[in-house]
Structure formats: structure tokens, C-alpha cells
T-cell receptor
Framework: GEEVAQTPKHLVRGEGQKAKLYCAPIKGHSYVFWYQQVLKNEFKFLISFQNENVFDETGMPKERFSAKCLPNSPCSLEIQATKLEDSAVYFC??????????FGPGTRLTVL | GQQVMQIPQYQHVQEGEDFTTYCNSSTTLSNIQWYKQRPGGHPVFLIQLVKSGEVKKQKRLTFQFGEAKKNSSLHITATQTTDVGTYFCAGLGTDSWGKLQFGAGTQVVVTP
């Protein structure tokens, strides 16, 4: 597709529940990035992939967060045992080379 | 680690006036990208600056990259109500492999 697609648009979870977010990058883009945007507009880099390989995972809180990009499947970001502070909008972005990134519409996660 | 500071945080502009938002990185950047995010929306790519001292124009928007590749600015002339939104700069470090470091954004409000 010509746009990055993200599902679901909204996700509500009780504290301690699991949350799984999906991202389909633009066709032909090799790189996928996940960012977390909290209420104060701050963007935090989480992880990036080059095709199905992890490219940079320095931003991932590894205890509860995991991510995958498998061939012929949307990429996913999973949060085990969500906490209140995980409430944020999670954006996925894709790029053809490691420069201009195109962002999806985001998934708003609310943890109650 | 690399940090990108952006000022001002808020900009209240009368329609027709000009304004500028500034970004400053603690380290030399490979490139800097600018995004616009409307309320409830996702970051939309505006432009990428790569060369030292580069200046690019898009209609009423002028983007500059400093000679040292550590600072950048976005100047908007004759502001219109359609310019409402938050403008983010995002720096790509020389060794950050695609991980964008976002500034905090400048939230622009335009009064008719």
C-alpha cells in the first residue's frame, strides 16, 4: 500500500493485561520503526527493523515489550502486563532507506 | 546521548504574521527532518535537510540547517489558519541508524 497502516485505532486494556498492536509498512519499504508518543507530545523511539531483522532495539523496555516483523505478515508490537504509564499513542513509521520516515495513523492505547 | 531541544514550546500567532521555531542538537547530525502533526493526527513529513548550511523553501515555509549541522529552523511567513498544528524537528545522528531523536515540538495556534 501507499500508506502505513496501523491497527487497531484504539485499544483499551486493564492494568496487567496484554496489548498487541499491528503495523503494515508501505510496500517496498525495508525499514520499520516504532515510536511511543506520550501526552506531552514527546516521542520516544522503541525499536526498528530492517525487513524481519531487528535493526536497533535500544529504546525497548525489554521486560514487557516485544516486537516482530515476519515475512508476509504485519509487524507487531506486544506489551505484556500493561502498566498505566504505557498509555500513549504508538506510531509505526516505514522508510525505503534509513532517512525519510513515513508515519502511520497511530494506535491509541489506554491502560485503566 | 544525543538530545534535540526545540523552542518555543508554544507559539500564538495572529493570522498574517510570521514566526520561527528553532531546534538545537547536542551532537552533529547526519540530517534533520521536519514534521507537522495536527491535533489527533500523525506526524506528516515536511522536509529533510542534509547539507551543512542548506536552505529549502516550500511556499511560505523556509527551512535552514546550520553550518555545523547541529541546529535548524523553520520560518513560516504570513501564517494562515491551516498552519495550526505542532511542528517537530527530528534529528538523525551520525551513528543512530535511523533512530530519529524528536524535539519536543512547537504547538502553533493561529488567531484569525
Amino acid at each position: 500500500g501507499e500508506e502505513v497502516a496501523q491497527t487497531p485505532k484504539h485499544l483499551v486494556r486493564g492494568e496487567g493485561q496484554k496489548a498487541k498492536l499491528y503495523c503494515a509498512p508501505i510496500k517496498g519499504h525495508s525499514y520499520v520503526f516504532w515510536y511511543q508518543q506520550v501526552l506531552k507530545n514527546e516521542f520516544k523511539f522503541l525499536i526498528s527493523f530492517q525487513n524481519e531483522n531487528v535493526f536497533d532495539e535500544t529504546g525497548m523496555p525489554k521486560e514487557r515489550f516485544s516486537a516482530k516483523c515476519l515475512p508476509n505478515s504485519p509487524c507487531s508490537l506486544e506489551i505484556q502486563a500493561t502498566k498505566l504509564e504505557d498509555s500513549a499513542v504508538y506510531f509505526c513509521a516505514s522508510s525505503q532507506v534509513v532517512d525519510t520516515q513515513y508515519f502511520g495513523p497511530g494506535t491509541r492505547l489506554t491502560v485503566l | 546521548g544525543q538530545q534535540v531541544m526545540q523552542i518555543p514550546q508554544y507559539q500564538h500567532v495572529q493570522e498574517g504574521e510570521d514566526f520561527t521555531t528553532y531546534c538545537n542538537s547536542s551532537t552533529t547530525l547526519s540530517n534533520i527532518q521536519w514534521y507537522k502533526q495536527r491535533p489527533g493526527g500523525h506526524p506528516v513529513f515536511l522536509i529533510q535537510l542534509v547539507k551543512s548550511g542548506e536552505v529549502k523553501k516550500q511556499k511560505r515555509l523556509t527551512f535552514q540547517f546550520g553550518e555545523a549541522k547541529k541546529n535548524s529552523s523553520l520560518h513560516i511567513t504570513a501564517t494562515q489558519t491551516t498552519d495550526v498544528g505542532t511542528y517537530f524537528c527530528a534529528g538523525l545522528g551520525t551513528d543512530s541508524w535511523g533512530k530519529l531523536q524528536f524535539g519536543a515540538g512547537t504547538q502553533v495556534v493561529v488567531t484569525p
